[in-house]
């Protein structure tokens, strides 16, 4: 395996209702149940982080090979929505929108780019024929 270049670490105790911490100190924080599912709604859940994650990871890639197309995509906005939906099986499936911002390009400009991003980005590229991605660009379903 390559080594390497960055590696977050963090521990968690107690699962969706307990306390999670990273290594260096930069977030520690409650997890609990989001209330729609029982819980008292106190926290953060995992869904919010990977969320939160995904769209950063989706906007650098965005901003990266906008400024390699000589387009601008800095100014990109991105809105995440990871869901928890039940299987069937008494199990949950998660599902994942994001809904892109690209002002300073034309609809068909940010579709090309936002197609591109979803092929580069480390986070799509890990979910791919894992979870249902949904792309939302300018307010148009890609």
Known sequence: MTEAQYTA?????GGRNGHA?????ALDLDL???????????GINPEQLFA??????????????GRSAGR??????????VSLIP???GGFELGAELRISLPSLTDAEAADLVRA???ACP?????????DVALVVNGKPL
């Open 9 to 13: 670490e963090a521990h968690v105790a």
């Open 21 to 25: 911490r990273t290594s260096d100190g």
């Open 32 to 42: 609990r149940l989001p209330k729609e599912m029982g819980g008292d709604g106190e």
């Open 52 to 65: 939160i994650g995904y769209a950063a990871c989706f906007g650098t890639t965005l901003d990266l090979l």
């Open 72 to 81: 601008t995509a800095g100014d990109a906005e991105i809105d995440a929505a």
């Open 87 to 89: 299987n069937g099986a």
């Open 117 to 119: 991003a979803h092929q």
């Open 123 to 131: 986070y799509s590229r890990a979910t791919r024929g894992n979870i």
